[in-house]
């Protein structure tokens, strides 16, 4: 794991919007796309408004989900709604987005997106990512080798059923970027490095991926 800490949140943020660019743009010079695959939350918000201002090819660059709520696109609780407000605006806006939601009874196939060329997480204060939660009753089967790309799964809290990346597709990733900000969870992220993927499964991803923190 590559570790780097920032004095604040807004330079982070810009910061890491640039490697972001750096990446997809060295992706597209050698591939026909670069998949690059975001999380929901508020807190990647900022980084989103940057990088919609890059100039990229963005229309070879394929956007999806690692993970989204079984809730209709436009609901407050839909990730796909923030990254339409967010992310696929002004030159961004001609990325192609692709979905992960349900089509009629089966999960879109994404394989044509895999390896994910850029990847970035977040992760909560109880260690998960995507929708990976510790002590969930579809984790055993989010983490083995052989689990599916997308995965339908039953949300921690209770509410909403989810559809999220496996882990073997997250750890897949050429390039990982973690997002994280606060005391909390950079005391969570430095547990994890200790435990189990599930006790902890950010763990999947941090032996190759690159987190980002700011108080």
Known sequence: MKFIEYPDADM????????????????LMVHEHASFAVPGGSTPGPVFDALCAARLDWPRVHVLLNDE???????????????RERLLQSHAAEATYVSIRPEGDALPDISAELPISVLLLGMGADM????LFPGSQDLDAALAPEAPDLMAVAASDGLEPRITMSARVLAGAMSTHVLITGAEKRAAIERAMELDPHEAPIKTVLGTATVHWAP
């Open 12 to 27: 982070m943020m810009i910061d890491l919007a640039n490697q972001l660019v750096g990446e997809l743009g060295e992706c």
């Open 69 to 83: 709520r079984q809730v209709p696109a436009d609901h407050e609780r839909s990730n796909e709604r923030l990254i």
């Open 128 to 131: 998960h990512t995507a929708s």
